[in-house]
């Protein structure tokens, strides 16, 4: 079996292309303008849902519009990962980008919800792809040494997605329809196809091995059976019923099969000696728990500006911006520092606190913290996620053998993404309970009768539906959604924590190659 891998060696030197500093950049922005597509279409259609709705119908199945696509994101994160090791980077994000854009344009014209799931769902494929594949390359043609400032840069993407997708949204919902929301995208994926075919230029020579989609099938069934339980669960069905179990013992026993499918296999998808590795379980655990706290508890301050504080979906998106400037100021220098000093582990360590701190502060967002105050908050919440998130995927791309630096470097990413899922749906069942408690006692203290405000005071409406809501019944509802928003900022602090003392015990080793040229980037 030839490759150009050196079997388990953790030299760069013999196979990575020699780039100019203008040609790495040329490639990053073939591979930030293949990221940002794929992380705006998780954010742009969520102002799009009520519309969608609108026209489609098909409100139960509403959710799975943005599950569909993080489910199968995330199952095949890892599979994208070892298909470029076995037959190159280069096609396989190109592959993701076709992928992509056929869905997106399948899901502009889809006439029925279930279509519009569907076809989500194989957008979700092409995203995992794009997400994993694109911070992979960038290990491709740079050093470790190198690598710091560039994935800041790919870091910084989800900030600016964070923000622009509702914005954007929004727009053309307002001015053209929802299914641009699908389309606006396509120009920018043609152009990442357009950038890498023109400047990616990596050296690969086929592995020719088989792919072991048996281990593909049984990794993807275990994550989707896990997946389908946090989303369904306390929604579709109850918790303590017997789709609950039958998932979760489905789950269980897909992962038995995975795990001894890939002790097998000659090339696992997901190769048991990296479990081996302390950095790559280090860092998996923690990038989990990233995911926990980042997507989890971050995905809700909408909902507290518009529900809360009464902002439209435009003033709420902006409104973001110190989270965002958080997140891509802190992930930008802490890649300079460490391409300048060859030293990564102290910013995970730093970031980590500071995260903690922030959706502590968070926790203490009311009905009367001013917009400023709130500002503040957001922005070290971000400097934290930001000090932490990329610096990971560094750590493991410096541990790993090159061979393996595709597949360590997907599962990173699907550990993340594998702790968002698990984060919204722990604190949506954690802030829906909430709601069960904090309304209602907040309507008895104004003498006001939870009855006709919704189901157990916690299906309310739109935005501008609560917003209509006579006072002091309106006061006291959103002092109650203030209430339980705060429990859910707070319970996503102690992940983060955990992500502390996981880095703790992160042995730092020297990122190969030369410092880099005092070149601007």
């Given amino acids: 079996m030839t490759s150009v891998h050196s079997p388990r060696s953790t030299t760069d030197s013999d196979e990575m292309p020699r780039l100019e500093h203008r040609q790495i950049l040329m490639v990053l922005v073939g591979l930030i303008l293949g990221m940002l597509v794929a992380a705006l279409s998780q954010t742009i259609v969520a102002t799009a849902l009520p519309t969608i709705v609108g026209e489609l119908g098909g409100q139960e199945q509403l959710s799975w519009v943005v599950s569909s696509a993080l489910l199968a994101s995330t199952a095949s994160t890892p599979i994208w990962g070892k298909l470029s090791d076995l037959y190159g980077r280069k096609i396989m994000f190109q592959s993701a980008i076709g992928l992509f854009l056929l869905a997106s344009l399948a899901s502009g014209f889809a006439q029925t919800m ?28 740079v050093t470790p040494r190198e690598r710091g400032r560039y994935q800041g840069y790919l870091g910084s993407v989800f900030g600016i997605a964070t923000v622009a997708g509702p914005l954007i949204g929004g727009f053309l919902v307002e001015h053209l329809s929802w299914r641009w929301t699908f389309w606006a995208g396509i120009p920018i994926g043609i152009a990442a196809l357009l950038v890498t075919e023109r400047v990616l230029r990596l050296p690969f020579s086929r592995r020719h091995a088989a792919v072991d989609w048996l281990g593909a099938f049984y990794i993807v069934a275990s994550v989707s059976c896990l997946l389908l339980v946090l989303s369904l669960a306390g929604t579709e069905f109850a918790w303590n019923s017997p789709w609950t179990y039958g998932l979760l013992a489905g789950s269980l026993v897909a992962l038995v099969l995975a795990i001894r499918q890939e002790r097998r296999a000659a090339e696992p998808i997901m190769p048991p000696h990296l479990f081996r590795n302390r950095t790559f379980v280090l860092t998996s655990l923690a990038s989990f728990t990233v995911g926990v706290a980042m997507f989890g508890a971050i995905i809700y301050l909408p909902q507290y500006l518009q529900i809360v504080k009464m902002q439209s979906p435009t003033a709420s998106g902006l409104l973001t911006i110190p989270l965002m400037v958080g997140v891509l100021g802190a992930s930008i220098l802490a890649g300079r520092l460490i391409s300048q000093t060859g030293r990564y582990k102290l910013y995970p360590i730093i970031g980590m606190l500071v995260a903690t701190v922030g959706l502590v502060l968070m926790s203490l967002l009311s009905v009367d913290t001013s917009l400023p105050v709130a500002g503040v908050f957001m922005t070290v919440t971000g400097i934290g996620i930001g000090l932490t998130m990329q610096v990971l995927l560094v750590a493991v791309q410096n541990d790993v053998a090159r061979a393996d630096l595709g597949v360590a470097t997907s599962s990173a990413t699907f550990f993340r993404s594998l702790g968002g899922a698990v984060g919204v749906a722990i604190f949506g069942a954690l802030l829906t309970h909430r709601l069960a408690d904090t309304i209602p006692a907040r309507l008895a203290e104004v003498g006001v009768p939870a009855t006709g405000l919704g189901d157990g005071a916690t299906r309310l409406g739109t935005p501008d539906q609560i917003a209509s809501i006579p006072e002091p019944a309106h006061s006291a509802v959103i002092t109650g959604f203030a209430d339980a928003l705060d429990t859910t900022f707070l319970a996503a602090a102690p992940f983060a924590l955990i992500g502390f003392v996981l880095v703790l015990f992160l042995r730092e080793k020297p990122l190969r190659g030369p410092a880099p040229h005092r070149e601007s980037a």
């Avoid at 194989?122 to 911070?135: H, K, N, T």
Wanted: proline residues 0%.
């Fill in 114 to 141: 279930a279509q519009l799931v569907a076809f989500r769902a194989v957008q979700g494929i092409g995203m995992g792809g794009l997400m994993a594949l694109s911070q992979a390359i960038i290990g491709d043609v």
